[in-house]
């Protein structure tokens, strides 16, 4: 029983670190924001979410591959956008439509049947949201409008499966979903308005603040999807 106790110890102490690697990481990542540091940027952001996958991969017995596949597309997104330039931009934006496309797989999966009146009114806000967005740039987006619309539809339509999720099943797992899409939702609005309106240090911040709040969000989300399938 010792030997057991100690295993468990183990287990839930290696858990510890790499939430404290992962929330230092963020941190060291988010003061590269706050105070203009190049090097703890180029050093910590790529850690993110590569950390995450550590944590998530200590925190289950049968890790999720697609949504481990998700992580590795927002990795992506990350890495692309820590350089300037349209290309890195656009391979960024692709990255995360990819990866928001596998959040969505993931939620569906959730849905056993919805209504026609859940699915409307689930859908409200977020496109609200989206065309208010859309608005406020189309005169900046020049011939980026098609891949913003595109991907402003997309996790618009994340927001929307996640509320469907939240109102059939009022479960734990897809509260802690909705909160991450919306606080996705929230990261990539002040990200477009910041890149293609009026840019802020303020705005930089509020963005990778949102941005490791919403990916932690939906990680606890699949922590508590992984305890559900067990039992």
């Known amino acids: 029983m010792y030997i057991a106790f100690l295993e468990i110890t183990l287990f839930m102490n290696k858990i ?41 991969s200590l925190s289950v017995s049968n890790s999720n591959k697609v949504y481990i596949l998700a ?4 990795f992506l997104g990350d890495v692309f956008l820590l350089f300037l330039g ?8 692709v990255s995360f439509l990819i990866a928001h496309l596998i959040f969505i797989k993931i ?5 056993e049947k919805s209504s026609i009146k859940i699915i409307i009114g689930s859908s409200f806000l977020f496109f ?9 740039l189309i005169n900046s987006l020049g011939e980026l409008l098609i891949p913003v619309i595109i991907y402003g539809l997309t996790i618009s339509v994340f927001g929307t499966v996640a509320f469907i999720d939240y109102l059939n099943s009022k479960s734990q797992k897809s509260l802690w979903m909705l909160a991450g899409a919306i606080v996705f939702v929230l990261s ?14 303020l705005f930089e911040v509020i963005v990778m603040s949102t941005y490791i709040l919403a990916q932690f969000l939906i990680y606890r989300s699949m922590i508590l999807e992984n305890k559900s399938d067990k039992n």
Do not use: H, W
């Open 16 to 56: 510890k670190i790499a939430f404290i690697v992962f929330l230092s990481v963020a941190v060291l990542d988010v003061i590269g924001v706050l105070f203009q540091i190049p090097i703890l940027r180029l050093l910590f952001k790529p850690l993110i979410l590569l950390s995450l996958i550590v944590l998530y």
């Open 71 to 74: 992580l590795l597309f927002s």
């Open 86 to 93: 349209e290309l890195n931009f656009i391979l960024g934006l």
């Open 107 to 111: 939620i569906i999966k959730r849905i």
């Open 128 to 136: 609200v949201i989206f065309c208010m967005l859309i608005y406020l």
């Open 188 to 201: 990539d609005s002040v990200l477009a308005i910041n890149k293609f309106y009026t840019q802020k240090l």
